[in-house]
Structures are given as structure tokens and as C-alpha cells.
């Protein structure tokens, strides 16, 4: 039984129940993700708070702004990780398929057998 990586397309006698790494690793970047967005909404929460006319707060705004953007852009990375995982079950599910067909009709790449003329 062969290794599957993330990288790599899984053979059709590969164990198609097996969890799949890529909900582990779509779930971890995600929460990566999620933990940047709830820093710079704190930041912006202190940040709106405490805005008057002497505090205007750009500077914490402008970062916390870009790692929103960041941290939105990880959990789309995310989102992609998860339907990959998605289409390599598919690849499970048709390579399996593909040869419990060939098993159940007989089919093969071989040739037919030659029968001999009456």
C-alpha cells in the first residue's frame, strides 16, 4: 500500500476510507487564518474606541487592515486545500470503479482469446 502525499494522486487499490490529510491541513491553515482576522478585529475595536480629534490611530489601522486582507486570503488558501482533498476522494471513488468494472465484466487490456474455427 502506497504513501499518499499531498502532492501526489492516490493508486486505485489505495484504502479510499482513510482520513484525508488535506481536511487536517485545510483546517489548520484555516485556523491560522481565522486567528489573524480576530487580531485585527481587536485592533481595530481598541482602535475605534480611543478615535478623537488629538488620536487618530492610522497607523494601527492600516496594519490591522492589511492583515485582514492577509488573513482572508489564508483562509481562501484554506478553502482550496479542503477541495482538493475533495477531488482526491473522486480520484479514489473512479480508479476504484474503473477496476471493480474491469473485474466485474471480464474486461481487460488483454486480448481476447483466439477461438479455434469449426
Given at each position: ?11 486505485p ?7 484525508s490529510n488535506?481536511r487536517?491541513?485545510g483546517?489548520a491553515?484555516?485556523?491560522v487564518?481565522l ?9 481595530n475595536?481598541?482602535?475605534a ?6 488620536n ?6 492600516a496594519?490591522s ?5 492577509l488573513?482572508f486570503g489564508?483562509i ?7 477541495l ?7 480520484w479514489?471513488?473512479v480508479?476504484a470503479?474503473?477496476d ?8 481487460s487490456?488483454d486480448?481476447p482469446?483466439?477461438v479455434?474455427?469449426?
Open positions: 500500500m502506497a504513501t499518499l502525499s499531498l502532492a501526489a494522486r492516490p493508486g487499490t489505495d484504502d479510499y476510507r482513510k482520513p488535506y487536517k491541513v483546517i491553515v484555516a485556523f487564518g486567528m489573524g482576522t480576530m487580531v485585527a478585529f481587536i485592533a475595536l481598541v482602535a474606541a480611543g478615535v478623537d480629534q488629538a487618530s490611530y492610522q497607523e494601527t489601522l496594519w487592515f492589511g492583515l485582514t486582507i488573513s489564508t481562501k488558501i484554506a478553502v482550496a486545500i479542503v482538493m482533498g475533495i477531488v482526491v476522494r473522486l479514489f471513488r480508479d470503479v474503473k471493480a468494472l474491469r473485474s466485474l465484466h471480464g474486461h487490456d486480448p482469446p483466439a479455434d474455427p469449426v
